[in-house]
């Protein structure tokens, strides 16, 4: 496995490679990552994607199929939490390489990512916040297709999933993830008006709370409700 895991970084790094190499590459590195039942296995060729070191022009030629897995890894069947952040981080990768492309596509890739928000796992919670706040700039100002997105999200599972969160006691994280969800809604909640008034009511919820950190945290929330990420 080592020598394997030695040999792919060596290939995944290498500035000479060739179009058609490249290709070869990231045919084959989708092919394991998508078949295997291997965890460690898949885990090996997500781990080659964020370390890739492709020129641009490579990258621009196999972007989508790279997104492709790592969107798969990010959701993998295999429901290992390791994968999911090996995913996380060539979703980094991707970032800083790829902006342009990372932002048109966002609908894509940021949705199962801050889907992960309202995990009843802090650790996905965790690792997922973190990768948000490294793309900041590749979601905010939110392209109009993926608050789009978000909107059909949170009125199928998010906010429900939020109010779940509340209901366990959760105010302080489920205010962080409202705060995430009113920023990528961006200019487009708008358009949403009575989505954002039942986002409104959760921090209307917490605000009576005793707490004083979590009273704070609520008031902090209406300025998230302007829209003018």
């Given at each position: ?8 970084f060596?290939?995944?790094?290498s ?7 490249a ?5 084959s590195?989708?092919?394991v990552?998508t078949?295997?039942?291997i965890?460690?296995?898949?885990n ?5 994607i964020s ?9 621009d030629?196999n ?12 959701d ?8 999911t ?20 596509m ?8 801050y889907?992960r928000?309202?995990?009843s796992?802090?650790?996905?919670r ?12 590749e979601?905010?100002?939110?392209p ?8 059909i999200d949170?009125k199928?599972t ?25 920023r ?6 708008m ?6 008034n ?7 919820q ?13 008031l ?6 302007k829209?003018?990420?």
């Amino acid at each position: 496995m080592m020598k394997a895991k030695e040999y792919l970084f060596f290939l995944m790094s290498s500035y000479k490679a060739t179009r058609d190499d490249a290709r070869a590459i990231v045919d084959s590195l989708i092919m394991v990552i998508t078949t295997t039942k291997i965890k460690s296995v898949c885990n090996l060729g997500v781990w080659c994607i964020s370390m890739q070191q492709f020129n641009s022009s490579l990258l621009d030629a196999n972007f989508q199929s790279l997104l492709r897995a790592i969107t798969y890894a990010l959701d993998n069947p295999i429901g290992s939490l390791s994968i999911t952040f090996e995913a996380l981080q060539a979703v980094m990768k991707l970032a800083s390489t790829s902006a342009e492309n990372m932002r048109a596509m966002s609908n894509i890739w940021a949705t199962p990512v801050y889907r992960r928000l309202v995990s009843s796992d802090k650790r996905e919670r965790d690792m997922s916040e973190r990768c948000l706040q490294k793309v900041l700039s590749e979601i905010c100002p939110p392209p109009v297709i993926l608050s789009k997105a978000l909107v059909i999200d949170l009125k199928k599972t998010l906010l429900f999933m939020m109010e779940e969160l509340l209901n366990q006691g959760l105010k302080i994280q489920t205010l962080q993830v409202w705060k995430w969800f009113m920023r990528l809604l961006g200019p487009y909640g708008m358009k949403n008006k009575h989505l954002v008034n039942k986002l409104l009511n959760i921090p209307e919820q917490t605000f009576t709370d005793l707490d004083p950190q979590i009273q704070n945290a609520s008031l902090l929330c209406y300025s998230f409700s302007k829209f003018d990420a």
